[in-house]
């Protein structure tokens, strides 16, 4: 059995920094990319960032690009999301999910393409 338990969410100020993890267990973790989703309020759940296997190589979605950094630890079987200059539009749940064996970080940017989940994180940014 997966699981999945993300945290570091909370209430920040625009502009401020929040870091969320994830960490994993159940699954070679090193075996799989790894990614972050959010869910805004009325919002369909949309692709944050992937990070690949071993950690090389990472994409992100376009409004996040400069502002956000996916990153792993195989070591401690977890995954991490630092998040600067947070705007009011990055207010969501954040989930962490990995990705499906055999799919490249490359493949993996649709919800299909993951197969577990974790609860999730509330992320509130202020204006």
């Known amino acids: 059995q997966v699981q999945l338990v993300e945290s570091g969410g909370g209430l920040v100020q625009a502009g401020g920094s929040l870091r969320l993890s994830c960490a994993a267990s159940?699954?070679?973790?090193?075996?799989?990319?790894m990614g972050w989703f959010r869910q805004g309020p009325g919002k369909e759940r949309e692709f944050v960032a992937v990070?690949?296997?071993?950690?090389?190589?990472?994409y992100y979605v376009d409004s996040v690009k400069g502002r956000f950094t996916i990153s792993r630890d195989n070591a401690k079987n977890t995954v991490y999301l630092q998040m600067n200059s947070l705007k009011p539009e990055d207010t969501a749940v954040y989930y962490c999910?990995?990705?499906?064996?055999?799919?490249?970080?490359?493949?993996?940017?649709?919800?299909?393409?993951?197969?577990?989940w974790g609860q999730g994180t509330q992320v509130t940014v202020s204006s």
């Open positions: 999910a990995t990705a499906k064996p055999g799919l490249l970080a490359a493949d993996s940017r649709s919800i299909r393409d993951y197969d577990y």
């Open positions: 159940g699954r070679t973790f090193s075996n799989v990319a």
């Open positions: 990070v690949s296997r071993i950690g090389r190589t990472t």
